[in-house]
């Protein structure tokens, strides 16, 4: 692990506290060691490469120099599933800041947490958490990485990313930039407003809303019609005889 300094730095809200790194395992393995050690909440790592990138479910991330690689340290307050909302958060703000830097996107948000341009990925998306004893979370850390320069080719799901999308100018600076101001203003929000407002966001830009889709849990796979996200971020959809189902975990297709 090497520090290093960053050509031109971007400037981000006080709130965040970044420090660029040249090559490591994961920005989320390193921002976690951290957490642990007692570092601020709003600590930021910023990485050129991941030479272990995941994603969830342990799902390898491909992790070259030129795309954005970012780990932020979070202390919010709530209990685990309420703070799991923030990975909607990431989400929404990521969406934004995409149309910032390439306003012609058309960026769409699949449940729980993916981004997506013309339904392929551009965007991943990572949160891991510590339990405190007494209930809550100690910390946690929101790992973002997202295709600026390239995106692979193998990753058994269609995915793009901003160069391939005809935004040149982009870099993972560049995009740093738009993104942490994003990032800090829903999280005000949230913390202020609760989920509410990121639920009615997030709907806004989702992807295959009232239309089919398929789901696969661990035990079992079906099929039903997307009908809505509840009020703690369950998926809510309508089996083909009429009823409905919460989905709190799971893995879904759209056609």
Same mark, same amino acid.
């Given at each position: 692990?090497?520090?290093?300094?960053?050509?031109?730095?971007?400037?981000?809200?006080?709130?965040?506290?970044?420090?660029?790194?040249?090559?490591?395992?994961?920005?989320?393995?390193?921002?976690?060691?951290?957490?642990?050690?007692?570092?601020?909440?709003?600590?930021?790592?910023?990485?050129?490469?991941?030479?272990?990138?995941?994603?969830? *479910?342990?799902?390898?991330?491909?992790?070259?120099?030129?795309?954005?690689?970012?780990?932020?340290?979070?202390?919010?307050?709530?209990?685990?599933?309420?703070?799991?909302?923030?990975?909607?958060?990431?989400?929404?703000?990521?969406?934004?800041?995409?149309?910032?830097?390439?306003?012609?996107?058309?960026?769409?948000?699949?449940?729980?947490?993916?981004?997506?341009?013309?339904?392929?990925?551009?965007?991943?998306?990572?949160?891991?958490?510590?339990?405190?004893?007494?209930?809550?979370?100690?910390?946690?850390?929101?790992?973002?990485?997202?295709?600026?320069?390239?995106?692979?080719?193998?990753? *058994?799901?269609?995915?793009?990313?901003?160069?391939?999308?005809?935004?040149?100018?982009?870099?993972?600076?560049?995009?740093?930039?738009?993104?942490?101001?994003?990032?800090?203003?829903?999280?005000?929000?949230?913390?202020?407003?609760?989920?509410?407002?990121?639920?009615?966001?997030?709907?806004?830009?989702?992807?295959?809303?009232?239309?089919?889709?398929?789901?696969?849990?661990?035990?079992?796979?079906?099929?039903?019609?997307?009908?809505?996200?509840?009020?703690?971020?369950?998926?809510?959809?309508?089996?083909?005889?009429?009823?409905?189902?919460?989905?709190?975990?799971?893995?879904?297709?759209?056609?």
């Amino acid at each position: 692990m090497r520090e290093i300094q960053a050509a031109q730095p971007p400037h981000l809200p006080a709130f965040f506290q970044p420090l660029y790194l040249d090559s490591v395992t994961s920005t989320n393995d390193e921002m976690k060691q951290r957490a642990r050690a007692g570092a601020a909440e709003g600590s930021l790592i910023v990485a050129r490469e991941q030479r272990a990138g995941r994603g969830r *479910g342990g799902r390898q991330w491909t992790s070259k120099p030129g795309n954005l690689y970012m780990s932020l340290l979070l202390r919010p307050p709530g209990s685990v599933g309420a703070v799991a909302q923030i990975s909607f958060l990431a989400a929404v703000a990521l969406a934004e800041a995409l149309l910032e830097v390439a306003p012609d996107l058309s960026p769409r948000l699949k449940w729980p947490n993916d981004v997506l341009i013309d339904g392929a990925k551009i965007s991943g998306i990572l949160l891991e958490s510590s339990a405190r004893s007494g209930g809550g979370v100690d910390w946690l850390v929101l790992g973002m990485g997202v295709n600026v320069a390239h995106h692979p080719e193998d990753a *058994g799901q269609a995915a793009t990313s901003l160069q391939a999308q005809g935004a040149d100018n982009c870099t993972a600076f560049s995009l740093l930039a738009t993104l942490a101001p994003a990032l800090l203003r829903w999280l005000d929000i949230w913390r202020g407003a609760g989920f509410a407002p990121l639920r009615q966001a997030w709907l806004e830009r989702a992807a295959g809303l009232g239309g089919p889709l398929r789901v696969r849990l661990p035990n079992e796979e079906f099929s039903g019609i997307f009908r809505d996200l509840d009020g703690d971020g369950n998926l809510r959809v309508e089996m083909p005889d009429g009823a409905m189902r919460s989905i709190t975990a799971g893995e879904i297709f759209l056609p």
